[in-house]
């Protein structure tokens, strides 16, 4: 069993950027499909990117070209970079962990999740 520790959120200026680390304690974190996900408050949870094993992406519209997910695998570590940050974009942001391997957009296809980081975004 995979264990997701989430870090970096904080407070940051319109047009700002942030990166959010996800570190996963456990022998296979290497085989998962890892994702974010973000939930604004009165709003339900909502898909932000993903990246599976094999390095392939997906991406929300709502942040394409502004964010970035990536991993290390050696680190058992998955990053999202954001930059050209918004108002909207603040959230609680999630990291979770999923053995389908298609890098799926649902939250109903992870199975494991962290706790949470904020972020705000002052305009």
């Known amino acids: 069993q995979v264990q997701l520790v989430e870090s970096g959120g904080g407070l940051v200026q319109a047009g700002g950027s942030l990166r959010l680390s996800c570190a996963g304690f456990g022998r296979t974190f290497s085989r998962l499909t890892m994702g974010w996900f973000r939930q604004a408050p009165g709003k339900e949870r909502e898909f932000v990117a993903a990246?599976?094993?094999?390095?392939?992406?997906a991406y929300a519209d709502s942040v394409k070209v502004r964010f970035t997910i990536s991993r290390d695998n050696a680190k058992n570590t998955v990053y999202l970079q954001m930059n050209s940050l918004k108002p909207e974009d603040t959230a609680v942001y999630y990291c979770?962990?999923?053995?389908?391997?298609?890098?799926?957009?649902?939250?109903?296809?992870?199975?494991?999740w962290g706790q949470g980081t904020q972020v705000t975004v002052s305009s």
């Open positions: 990246i599976n094993l094999y390095a392939v992406t």
């Open positions: 979770a962990a999923s053995a389908v391997q298609t890098a799926p957009i649902e939250s109903y296809n992870y199975n494991i």
